[in-house]
């Protein structure tokens, strides 16, 4: 089913977002979190793509299964800065013999291999372009990343929405943003959006921070505002792992609790491949999102 019809047929959306095992790893590690998940009755699970296109084979395998044997839709990341029109063209081919409806169009991370060899020019230098390629000739249903306070490499949030808007008109069916911390900013970004008529369903990417090591790690990814509440929090219990893991959990509870009051098309969370934690949050908004599907 595409995506884009879940949004059209049901709100709130819930979805989550894994990753495959490494290069070297054994695809079967991921069935235990997928089957750990299933039951909680996600809309759709998404599957990330390597920079440079390192885990392609594992991300069209995992879409897959996820796909034809769990009967969970699937969305798979695509990234195309580093890929001819031949290999997405491939890559495309692979996905619809696999059943697969549904891409998620970036441009991706760079990679950190000094001596890749990028095509000559760029195929595609951003995501608009890869996104122009996809409708070219197929019917996926398309969702685009957003970024609330802006892409860590554009210095002017109207800038980047501006892009973001380029985006969408290339034939966008949904967003998913960037994880944040602060629902106010969001809100705000989501003014934003609306003066633009950028109003296609969007979900909020949240992601629950169980340990210390994991903020200076997303801050180095997307240098997201960290509130005085979530500092306190890390602060106070940065020494005493359990707690901390607790607190972050609940910090993200209330952040989807006050998204879904809001009126959020869907939340998506950012599992880190940890379904332990995403059953908890799952859980604890069943009852709220068992009302919002029901009205």
């Known amino acids: ?39 909680l009755k996600p809309d759709f699970i998404s599957v990330t793509y390597g920079a440079g296109g390192s885990t392609t084979k594992k991300t069209v395998e995992i879409a897959s299964i996820i796909k ?30 696999n059943n697969i409806e549904n891409i998620l169009a970036l441009r991706g991370d760079f990679p950190n291999d000094p001596d890749f060899e990028f095509p000559d020019p760029l195929h595609y230098e951003y995501a608009k372009d890869l996104i122009g390629h996809i409708h070219s000739n197929s019917n996926f249903s398309v969702g685009a990343a957003a970024y ?66 994991q903020i200076n790690h997303i801050l180095s990814l997307c240098g997201c505002h960290l509130p005085k509440k979530f500092i306190r929090i890390i602060e ?30 869907g939340i998506h969370i950012y599992t880190m491949n940890r379904p332990k934690t995403t059953r908890k949050i799952v859980e604890s908004i069943s009852t709220i999102r068992n009302v919002l599907t029901e009205e």
């Not at 019809?5 to 790893?25: M, V």
């Not at 034809?68 to 890559?91: D, F, G, P, R």
């Not at 380029?166 to 967003?175: A, R, W």
């Not at 990417?205 to 340990?211: D, E, M």
Request: hydrophobic share 35%; charged share 30%; aromatic share 10%.
């Open 1 to 39: 089913m595409l995506i884009k019809d879940f949004y059209k047929n049901k709100k709130p959306i819930i979805s989550f977002e894994i990753f495959p095992p490494k290069k070297d790893g054994p695809i079967e590690t991921i069935y235990n979190t997928i089957d750990n998940l299933k039951d």
């Open 68 to 97: 034809n044997k769990y009967n969970i839709e699937a969305l798979a990341h695509l990234t195309c800065v580093t890929s001819t029109k031949q290999e997405i063209e491939n890559i495309l081919n692979q996905l619809k013999d």
């Open 148 to 213: 609330p306070e802006g892409h860590i490499e554009c210095t002017n949030l109207d800038k980047d929405i501006y892009y973001l808007k380029e985006k969408v008109n290339s034939g966008v069916d949904f967003l998913i943003t960037q994880l944040f911390f602060d629902n106010e900013i969001f809100y705000k970004f989501k003014e934003k959006l609306d003066k633009e008529n950028i109003n296609i369903p969007i979900s909020a990417g949240i992601l629950p921070v169980i340990n210390k090591n």
């Open 236 to 265: 106070k219990y940065e020494y005493k792992p359990e707690a901390l893991k607790e607190a972050g959990i609940a910090y993200a509870i209330e952040q989807i609790v006050d998204l879904l009051s809001w009126g959020i098309d």
